[in-house]
């Protein structure tokens, strides 16, 4: 079984102040695991991925995330919010089958960027 | 860049009315899904389909519930008799190998 947790259902931030938004992973495999960002009315964009190489995983718009092995975490930074940013973001582990990867998301985090 | 387009963008039908919802992967994936997310919760795995066949299918995925690639192109999913419950947004996803997954806009359906 595979799950994930977001810790913040809401963060708040200023333009031009550091990004953190929080997320713990539980899986019986190594996991691969996946920030996805969605923007209002819009699909869901793929921002970063963790497939069991380097633990620091750099993603688009200046997102990285690192995987803690020890900590069961993969959460997400970027130094300097912008406006653009704001959004809501989803957390995901993969779970391989024969045919595929279900992927579990986690209950998502709204950021908002303030001036 | 290739994306994966999903049509219509909004589907109302009536309860009990079956609907088709469609989907262009990108081309040349082997690998397509579809998801959901009902307002106001999170995404959940509806169906993987590789190689013509369901690969893997969530308990939400029952009986009135189907998906085809009729030609090589399109990626459907059925829901043979809607209940208002069915209401959601309806993501597809495909992938070229099976570490990855490329989303659609998403289809709204909305059940009166």
């Known amino acids: 079984a595979q799950s994930v947790t977001q810790l913040d259902s809401h963060v708040s931030v200023s333009e031009g102040t550091p990004v953190l938004l929080r997320c713990n992973y539980s899986s019986s495999y190594s996991p691969s695991l996946f920030w996805y960002v969605q923007h209002p009315n819009k699909g869901l964009q793929l921002l970063l991925k963790?497939?069991?190489?380097?633990?620091l995983v750099k993603g688009i718009n200046g997102f990285e995330a690192e995987f803690k092995k020890s900590e069961t975490s993969f959460h997400l930074t970027k130094p300097s919010a912008h406006m653009s940013d704001a959004a809501e973001y989803f957390c995901v582990v993969s779970g391989i089958t024969g045919g595929g990867n279900k992927l579990t998301f986690g209950t998502g985090t709204q950021l908002k960027v303030e001036l | 860049e290739p994306e994966v387009t999903q049509t219509p963008s909004h589907q109302v039908t009536q309860m009990g009315q079956e609907v088709i919802l469609r989907c262009v992967p990108i081309?040349?994936?082997?690998?397509f899904y579809w998801y959901r997310q009902i307002l106001g919760q999170k995404v959940e795995f509806l169906v993987s389909f590789y190689n013509n066949e369901i690969s893997e299918k969530s308990e939400i995925f029952d009986d009135q519930f189907s998906v085809e690639r009729p030609d090589g192109s399109n990626f459907t999913l059925k829901i043979r008799s809607t209940k208002l419950e069915d209401s959601a947004m309806y993501f597809c996803?495909?992938?070229?190998?099976?570490?990855?997954?490329?989303f659609g806009p998403g289809t709204r359906l909305t059940v009166l």
């Open positions: 081309s040349n994936h082997l690998y």
């Open positions: 963790y497939t069991s190489a380097a633990t």
């Open positions: 996803a495909s992938g070229g190998d099976y570490n990855e997954q490329f």
